[in-house]
């Protein structure tokens, strides 16, 4: 079941996409060869960023929840 995945998720990742990305075709560099394609199966830019601006808010909220520990210590 790990293969599945909602309509709704995916539709909300091609709008994403969209919306961050509306022209952009990506570009693939092969370890091997070096060689830029254009094949492969990709995370798309859109979702890379908002991946991006997840972790960022969660590394944000992580190191206030730090300044008020260390606060609260001395």
Not at 45 to 61: E, M, P, Q, Y
Request: hydrophobic share 35%; proline share 4%.
């Amino acid at each position: 079941m790990d293969n599945v995945i909602s309509f709704q998720s995916a539709k909300n990742r091609l709008k994403i996409d969209a919306e961050l990305s509306p022209n952009r075709k990506p570009l693939y560099v092969s370890h091997a060869t070096g060689k830029v394609t254009g094949t492969g199966r990709p995370q798309n830019f859109g979702t890379r960023l908002a991946n991006v601006r997840a972790s960022l808010s969660k590394i944000d909220r992580l190191i206030n929840e730090l300044k008020a520990m260390s606060h609260d210590k001395t």
